[in-house]
C-alpha cells in the first residue's frame, strides 16, 4: 500500500486528491493538510510520497519541501502547481523534489503518477517540462557545459539516462534494457555522479537541455 500526504492550502484540492486516489487498491491517502500543519502530519503519518502545493498563503511548498528533504527516510515529494510554467518549478527541483503535476492533471492518471513516483521514477508532464525548458533554457556556456557531462556517460548510461528523463522506475528501466533493477540502480548512482547532480529530475532536466532526449538511443545505433 502506497501511503499518501495532500498538501494544498485548499480544502477543494485536498479532498478531490483524497478521493480520486483513494479509489485506487494500493493508494491510501492517510492524511490531508495545509502548509502549516505539513511538516507535523508528515512526521506523524510517515507517508511513502507528499504531493505538496508549492504556492500557499501561510508557509510556501519550496519552505515546507526543504524541511522534508532534512527528515530521516524522507518521503518522495511532488509538487502541486496550477501553472505549467510556474517560476518556483525549477528551484522547487533543484531542492530535491521528484516532479510536479499539474492540478488538471487527468484523474485516470493521477493514481498511475503516484505509483511512478512511489516506485523512484520521475514526473513530469512533457507539456510542462518543454515549457520549464522555454522558461530557463541557460546560458550556452551550460548548455555545452551539461553536453560535455554526457558525453562522460557510457553507451549503456546513456540509454539509462533517456529512460530516466521519460519517468520510469528502476524495475521498468530493467525491463526495457534486460538488466536487473539492482544494476539499474547502479547505473543510476555511476550517472548522477558524472553529471554532478543529486537527483533523478535534475539528471533528466540535464539530458534534455543537452540534446540527449532528440537522439536515437546508442542501442538503436546499429538496428
Same mark, same amino acid.
Given at each position: 500500500?502506497?501511503?499518501?500526504?495532500?498538501?494544498?492550502?485548499?480544502?477543494?484540492?485536498?479532498?478531490?486528491?483524497?478521493?480520486?486516489?483513494?479509489?485506487?487498491?494500493?493508494?491510501?491517502?492517510?492524511?490531508?493538510?495545509?502548509?502549516?500543519?505539513?511538516?507535523?502530519?508528515?512526521?506523524?503519518?510517515?507517508?511513502?510520497?507528499?504531493?505538496?502545493?508549492?504556492?500557499?498563503?501561510?508557509?510556501?511548498?519550496?519552505?515546507?519541501l526543504r524541511e522534508l528533504r532534512?527528515?530521516? %527516510? #524522507?518521503?518522495? +515529494?511532488?509538487? !502541486? /502547481?496550477?501553472?505549467?510554467? *510556474?517560476?518556483?518549478? &525549477?528551484? =522547487?527541483?533543484?531542492?530535491?523534489?521528484?516532479?510536479?503535476?499539474?492540478?488538471?492533471?487527468?484523474?485516470?492518471?493521477?493514481?498511475?503518477?503516484?505509483?511512478?513516483?512511489?516506485?523512484?521514477?520521475?514526473?513530469?508532464?512533457?507539456?510542462?517540462?518543454?515549457?520549464?525548458?522555454?522558461?530557463?533554457?541557460?546560458?550556452?556556456?551550460?548548455?555545452?557545459? %551539461? #553536453?560535455?557531462? +554526457?558525453?562522460? !556517460? /557510457?553507451?549503456?548510461?546513456? *540509454?539509462?539516462?533517456? &529512460?530516466? =528523463?521519460?519517468?520510469?522506475?528502476?524495475?521498468?528501466?530493467?525491463?526495457?534494457?534486460?538488466?536487473?533493477?539492482?544494476?539499474?540502480?547502479?547505473?543510476?548512482?555511476?550517472?548522477?555522479?558524472?553529471?554532478?547532480?543529486?537527483?533523478?529530475?535534475?539528471?533528466?532536466?540535464?539530458?534534455?537541455?543537452?540534446?540527449?532526449?532528440?537522439?536515437?538511443?546508442?542501442?538503436?545505433?546499429?538496428?
Open positions: 500500500m502506497i501511503r499518501v500526504v495532500v498538501v494544498d492550502d485548499e480544502a477543494l484540492v485536498r479532498s478531490g486528491f483524497g478521493l480520486i486516489l483513494g479509489a485506487s487498491d494500493d493508494i491510501e491517502v492517510v492524511a490531508t493538510a495545509s502548509g502549516g500543519e505539513a511538516v507535523e502530519t508528515v512526521l506523524r503519518e510517515r507517508p511513502d510520497v507528499v504531493l505538496l502545493d508549492i504556492r500557499m498563503p501561510d508557509v510556501d511548498g519550496l519552505t515546507v532534512t527528515m530521516p %527516510d #524522507a518521503p518522495v +515529494v511532488a509538487m !502541486l /502547481t496550477t501553472f505549467d510554467a *510556474d517560476e518556483y518549478i &525549477l528551484t =522547487a527541483l533543484e531542492s530535491g523534489a521528484a516532479g510536479f503535476l499539474l492540478k488538471d492533471t487527468e484523474p485516470d492518471q493521477l493514481a498511475q503518477l503516484v505509483r511512478t513516483l512511489a516506485a523512484g521514477g520521475v514526473v513530469m508532464s512533457p507539456r510542462a517540462s518543454r515549457t520549464l525548458l522555454r522558461s530557463h533554457p541557460g546560458t550556452k556556456a551550460a548548455v555545452d557545459e %551539461d #553536453a560535455a557531462r +554526457v558525453r562522460l !556517460l /557510457t553507451a549503456r548510461e546513456r *540509454d539509462v539516462l533517456v &529512460l530516466v =528523463a521519460q519517468g520510469l522506475s528502476n524495475t521498468d528501466i530493467g525491463t526495457r534494457v534486460h538488466l536487473g533493477a539492482g544494476t539499474v540502480k547502479d547505473h543510476v548512482s555511476a550517472i548522477l555522479a558524472k553529471l554532478r547532480v543529486t537527483s533523478r529530475v535534475q539528471a533528466a532536466l540535464l539530458a534534455q537541455r543537452a540534446g540527449l532526449l532528440d537522439e536515437r538511443p546508442q542501442s538503436e545505433a546499429g538496428r
